[in-house]
């Protein structure tokens, strides 16, 4: 059973798991970041690392489906 949020852009696909949905691709994604330094992970969360504001780097129609 897979669930996806219908948009032109790809996102990502969530499966059931023991403790909620889980995916892959955006656990990669996070273990990504953390191998560059941008993330760090604790027990329960991730925390951005790097000085940088991400925000403004989105496209205007990414900034109107983000706020």
């Not at 691709?25 to 953390?34: E, P, R």
């Amino acid at each position: 059973m897979h669930s996806r949020y219908k948009t032109k852009k790809k996102t990502y696909d969530f499966v059931p798991y023991k403790f909620g949905c889980f995916s892959f691709q955006a656990n990669a994604d996070l273990n990504t970041l953390k191998k560059y330094g941008i993330v760090s992970e604790s027990s329960k969360s991730w925390v951005k690392l790097d000085e940088t504001n991400y925000l403004v780097q989105l496209d205007k129609e990414d900034k109107k489906n983000y706020f």
